[in-house]
């Protein structure tokens, strides 16, 4: 009998140890949140993650992921693993002509101009900080406008096959102000960057970033706290762009996700 009662005791402390919750769908491209056991450990694909106090943590699926994706709990020296399939999401291929030359093929004289963005960019999606913003709702950063450029389209400019466009483009006028979509500190803002021009880059925790480009004006400074709603910044046409709308972007660190798998827009 005692051992009967150790061992049902046992049995449901091992289950609440791994209770695991997920949030979001499992197609290329997402943010998934995970929620379990504080203090346990979390890896994905073997890699360990952060893990908030309440127990919370992000993980984010490339654009072309295939294999099915691992997480694993470990909490005192027991550990479950969770196999997840990914769904495939069906890109579009997207034409645009008539850009000017040196925009399509960057000239040499901007290499190195160009090298020096990406360090800056790099540098602020690397970041792992202890923020849990990415917990909470995104919030469209535009009323009322209209979706131009999707993710994960295969882009031809001047019929020359480029990276594929890991932005959600709205078109708005020149001026139209952009909203923050969740609360967060800045970690980039820049003027003038050669493909983005006016840009700026968000931490919400855990190595999730959103990124704002082509911006006309900049309203906030690094390292400065943004709450979800605060205007932030006007769309423009700098950067590479071949008119007034606003790009944004979501990271997983250095993993691009779809912007629209956390608004509902889908
Ligand atoms: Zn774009």
């Not at 654009?63 to 999401?89: A, E």
């Not at 001026?175 to 969740?182: E, N, P, R, S, V």
Request: proline letters at 3%.
């Amino acid at each position: 009998m005692k051992k009967l009662i150790i061992f049902i005791f046992f049995n449901l402390f091992f289950l609440d140890l791994h209770a695991l919750e997920l949030k979001g769908k499992f197609y290329q491209g997402n943010l998934i949140i995970g929620n379990t056991k504080p203090g346990s450990q979390v890896f994905i694909d073997k890699k360990k993650i952060k893990i908030s106090s309440e127990g919370f943590f992000v993980f984010g699926l490339s654009k072309d992921r295939k294999n099915d994706i691992t997480i694993k709990v470990v909490k005192d020296k027991n550990s479950k693993i969770f196999i997840k399939k990914i769904k495939k999401k069906i890109y579009k291929t997207q034409r645009i002509d008539k850009l000017p030359k040196k925009q399509v093929t960057p000239p040499k004289e901007f290499y190195e101009r160009i090298k020096n963005d990406n360090k800056l960019i790099g540098e602020a999606r690397s970041i792992n900080s202890d923020l849990s913003f990415f917990n909470n709702k995104f919030q469209v950063p535009l009323k009322n406008s209209i979706i131009t450029g999707v993710y994960g389209s295969q882009r031809i400019l001047n019929g020359i096959p480029k990276s594929p466009h890991y932005g959600l483009d709205f078109a708005a006028n020149e001026g139209t102000k952009i909203k923050a979509m969740l609360d967060g500190v800045v970690t980039l803002s820049e003027k003038n960057l050669y493909y983005t021009g006016g840009t700026i880059i968000f931490d919400h925790g855990h190595g999730i970033s959103t990124l704002y480009m082509h911006l006309k004006d900049i309203y906030v400074k690094k390292g400065q706290n943004i709450k979800q709603g605060d205007i932030i910044g006007t769309v423009g046409k700098t950067g590479r762009s071949t008119g007034a709308h606003l790009d944004i972007r979501l990271n997983w660190f250095d993993v691009k996700l779809d912007p629209a798998s956390v608004l509902d827009i889908n």
